[in-house]
């Protein structure tokens, strides 16, 4: 190490930069924009891993995967809530932490940027998913497709312009809280 002491050298990666820093493993001379901290010290990328700013491998699957259980869960919740008598409402807010927690097992509960907005919107989407589903379920099967589907969605919209949506609005800022 009395290389070290004797100045700088040129950087192993970018050879026009001087740097006194040294990988702490590997003693490759290192600048502050290939530095990687671990929690033992310096290192250079290849002996601490990625570095920094660098995506997480595997993070758009986990993300699909998230977005597919939580999906999975909003639905099944705004299929079931409204089934539920005078419990509705909580049960539209179980569903929202329902979601969250299924977005958060999804994503391995690790702590991926924006998954809380990702629960916040599949939970907003399964809900109201459900609702058009149990709307279409209740429509008699002789009725046209097209006007089934129109008179499902007109009352799934009238149920979330109510005080209803309002609960379904507070079940996304639960499945979002969930995951913060």
Sequence with gaps: MSDAASGPVPCARHPA?????????????????????????????????SPRGARAPGALPDYLRAALAGLAVATLGGLLAPLVPFFELLAVLFAGWAAGEAVSRA????????????????????LA????????????????????????????????????????????????????
């Design 107 to 126: 994503a391995r509960r690790r702590p991926l940027p924006h998954l809380g907005m990702l629960a916040a919107g599949v939970t907003l989407l399964g």
């Design 17 to 49: 930069t001087p740097t006194p820093l040294r990988c702490g493993r590997c003693a490759t001379p290192i600048c502050p924009r290939c530095l990687v901290m671990t929690p033992v010290g310096a290192r250079c990328p290849a002996c601490g891993g």
């Design 129 to 180: 998913l459900g609702l058009c589903l149990l709307a279409l379920g209740r429509l008699p099967p002789a009725l046209p497709l097209d006007l089934r589907l129109q008179l499902a969605l007109a009352q799934a919209a009238a149920r979330l312009f109510s005080v209803f949506g309002l609960f379904v609005l507070l079940a996304a800022v639960v499945a979002h809280s969930r995951l913060r």
